[in-house]
């Protein structure tokens, strides 16, 4: 009796040991099964997106909004992206691109109940991103929330009058730069750090509230949820600081917004 009263707290305590990194497990399927490739065509370039559910209890596909206009861009078809799930590739229609934050609301994956919404997290809370850095496998990164901060990110160079500045810029088509989210600026740049180059106008995206974050961010992984312990989603990454390594992520409101007439 001793030998097997030992034997089951033995038992106890090594599940406890182990009970972190099955959770880190399940949390990991939980999530990766509603998460995809999302691409214009399959050759071309593109980023993460994921199932949620709404809460008319309708399951949509969330990616950010500058994912979906490469795909509109580089797609046959401006108003259908393709998402990959496993092996299997999906025609999926664009419902709406958000004028004020960096969100796209796609048609959801048929048959799959999306990922439950959480609650806003505080500094210091556990979270993980689960995507496709550099449109490769599945990956989880974790880390945990370091700030709440306005974030202002480059969305395209708008022309300058000057063919060739403008083809060295690789000035965007679409000079429009009129949405909520937008701002205009301009810049002097250089090359190596000292030849002139002249003053270009840029359209700029302004991110309020983003969640600031250490988890490790790669190109590739735009639209991947940012989740709680859980599971649940808490923001949607949409941009990495290479020089700070923070990782940024459109907080939870904007994306009950986006949701709120689905």
């Not at 997290?121 to 974790?142: F, M, Q």
């Not at 991110?207 to 923001?235: C, H, K, R």
Request: glycine share 10%.
């Amino acid at each position: 009796r001793p030998l097997a009263l030992l034997g089951l707290l033995l038992a106890v305590f090594v599940a406890v040991l182990k009970a972190p990194d099955m959770r880190q497990a399940w949390v990991r399927h939980k999530v990766a099964d509603r998460v995809f490739e999302v691409r214009g065509k399959k050759e071309g370039g593109g980023g993460t997106g994921f199932q949620v559910k709404a809460a008319s209890g309708e399951s949509f596909i969330v990616t950010n909004s500058h994912v979906c206009e490469l795909a509109m861009e580089d797609g046959k078809d401006a108003n259908f992206l393709l998402v990959k799930k496993g092996d299997h590739w999906m025609k999926r229609r664009i419902l709406e691109v958000d004028d004020s934050a960096d969100l796209c609301l796609v048609e959801g994956w048929p048959k799959l109940e999306g990922l439950s919404l959480g609650e806003m997290p505080s500094v210091g809370d556990k979270v993980s991103a689960i995507g496709h850095p550099h449109l490769g496998p599945t990956t989880k990164t974790d880390g945990e929330v370091t700030a709440f901060t306005d974030v202002q990110i480059r969305h395209h160079f708008m022309p300058s009058g000057d063919k060739k500045k403008d083809k060295f810029f690789d000035v965007s088509k679409d000079a429009s730069c009129n949405l909520p989210k937008n701002e205009i600026k301009k810049q002097e740049f250089y090359l190596f750090g000292f030849i002139p180059l002249g003053e270009m106008t840029m359209c700029m995206v302004n991110e309020e509230a983003s969640i600031q974050t250490n988890v490790v961010i790669f190109a590739g992984n735009s639209g991947s949820p940012l989740v709680d312990a859980s599971g649940n989603v808490i923001g949607v990454v949409f941009a990495a600081d290479m020089d700070t390594n923070w990782g940024f992520a459109v907080n939870l409101d904007h994306l009950k917004h986006l949701l709120k007439d689905f």
